[in-house]
């Protein structure tokens, strides 16, 4: 069982819909969840990175993780096209290392 | 505000012949380097990360190198590429908080 997992997608929305993306993740040690955006042939950008339980809200973006289903979400409202990447979760056991998923991409459509 | 820059943007290599992928950041001190391959279809795997000048650890066995001559520069290496080593190179720092990751614009590594 690989140690993160996320829907490659593609996710296709309307402009103003609410986008919800999502991964599982199996090693319950886990301490820190991130959240990153990647346009297409760019370096990833951090969106947002959450420590415990519960929400995190930026803006449009809003981070939730919920260590007992091993699941964090991101949630955008009234998303827009310039919203369409492919977004990557990345969980830090210890150590150096993040742990990323392979992404989903997300399209959102005028 | 933090700059991370890579270069080149992009390169089309022979295999057999060697690499050198530059890394530098601007506006901050003691950075955290990471090197990060992103191969099509998987995830980011990290390579090497550095804490210090000359401090450089490897997460994943290999023919690639990596060395920080300078406190804001690090450099990715190989003496003979492989087909297996295209993909994309991301350069990333960070500073106390180390979860908190900042990548650079990448290196797109094609090996023919």
């Known amino acids: 069982q690989k140690e993160v997992e996320q829907d490659p997608g593609p996710l296709s929305v309307p402009e103003g819909a609410i986008v919800s993306l999502n991964c599982t993740y199996s090693?319950?040690?886990?301490?820190?969840f991130m959240w990153y955006r990647q346009y297409s042939r760019k370096g990833p950008e951090l969106l947002m990175y959450t420590y415990s339980s519960g929400n995190k809200e930026d803006g449009r973006f809003t981070a939730q993780v919920d260590k007992s289903s091993k699941y964090i979400s991101l949630f955008i409202r009234d998303s827009q096209p310039s919203d369409s990447a492919t977004y990557l979760c990345a969980m830090r056991l210890s150590g150096y290392a993040l742990n990323f998923g392979k992404g989903t991409s997300l399209l959102v459509t005028p | 505000s933090q700059t991370i820059h890579q270069w080149p943007a992009t390169l089309v290599q022979p295999v057999g012949s060697p690499l050198s992928l530059e890394c530098t950041v601007e506006?901050?001190?003691?950075?955290?380097l990471y090197w990060y391959r992103q191969a099509a279809g998987r995830g980011l795997q990290l390579l090497f990360y550095?804490?210090?000048?000359?401090?450089i650890s490897s997460e994943v066995p290999q023919n690639l190198s990596a060395s920080r001559p300078q406190d804001r520069q690090f450099i990715l290496s190989s003496k003979k590429l492989l087909l297996s080593d295209s993909g994309f190179y991301l350069c990333?720092?960070?500073?106390?908080?180390?979860?908190?990751?900042?990548f650079g614009p990448g290196t797109r590594l094609t090996v023919t």
């Open positions: 506006g901050t001190s003691n950075p955290n």
């Open positions: 550095s804490v210090g000048i000359g401090q």
């Open positions: 990333a720092w960070s500073g106390t908080r180390d979860y908190e990751q900042y």
């Open positions: 090693n319950s040690a886990f301490q820190y």
